[in-house]
Structure formats: C-alpha cells, structure tokens
C-alpha cells in the first residue's frame, strides 16, 4: 500500500498514472525511431515521400526528444536540495503529505500552474482524497489526470 500511496504528488495528481513517469511515451517513441532506423526509412521518406516528408529531419528530432520523456523519480523521491516545484517546497516546508491538507489548496495560486494542461483534475483529486483519505482514494478513487477525463 505504501508504494502506491507515494506516486500520489504533492499536488494531487497520481505519478502511477502518468505516461512520463510509466515511460510508455518515450518506449513507443525510441521503439520508432529505432524501427526507423532499421528499415533506413529516411530514404523512403526522402524519395517515395518527398512532399509528404519533406521535414522528416524535424520530426526525427521531436521523436528523439520524445523518447527522453520519463521522469526519473518522482516529486517525493527528489531530495529537498533539489527541489524546483513551488508546490513541492510547499508542502514539504508546512509538513503535508500533500495538499489537500492545506486549507487553501482550492483558490492556491502554486496549484493553478498546473491547470492549462491539467485543467481543475489536481483540485478535484485532492478534494476526493480530503473526503476519502488517500489510502481509499488510491485504491478505489477516480483519479483524474486531464481536464476532459471526467
């Protein structure tokens, strides 16, 4: 139960269910390229494909950024020294598992950094595990990564 309870980040999103922190994004983009690589399709991009592919330079370069996209540790495996989220010195510095904790989380300016890519799914999730508690939350929660996962 432990381990799950740690891929809860500080913020309210659950790191288990991230394709940065499975790798899923950056397997499946160096399983491209290298298949690429070996069937030398930067020759049937440069002369079946000319038009079409015109960029394909471009996109090989996207692809091998893509596959560097895994997360190392997650936000609580990070030493304190190391810390560059706002939200995670947050927390760390008021004593919080996380921040449903806190009284505030719901109008915190640190916890709106997130929602042009997370929409409210951070709040929603901390306000479930405020009700739940994180182990119930963790084991039978929804737990909501994108704005549109409802």
Not at 86 to 104: L, P, V, Y
Request: one cysteine or more; charged letters at 35%; glycine letters at 6%.
């Amino acid at each position: 139960m432990k381990e799950k309870k740690d891929l809860l980040a500080y913020c309210g999103l659950y790191c288990g269910d991230c394709a940065g922190y499975s790798g899923k994004i950056a397997d499946a983009a160096r399983t491209l390229k290298e298949t690429a690589e070996r069937c030398k399709f930067h020759q049937t991009a440069k002369h079946l494909f000319p038009e079409k592919l015109r960029d394909y330079s471009k996109l090989c370069k996207m692809i091998d950024f893509m596959s560097q996209l895994k997360c190392p540790k997650t936000c609580r495996q990070i030493n304190e020294s190391e810390v560059k989220c706002e939200i995670s010195k947050c927390c760390r510095e008021k004593g919080f598992f996380a921040c449903h904790e806190c009284s505030i989380f719901e109008t915190c300016d640190k916890l709106k950094s997130l929602s042009g890519l997370h929409g409210d799914s951070h709040i929603k999730n901390l306000r479930a595990i405020h009700e739940m508690g994180i182990d119930d939350w963790v084991l039978k929660g929804k737990r909501l990564w994108f704005a549109d996962d409802e």
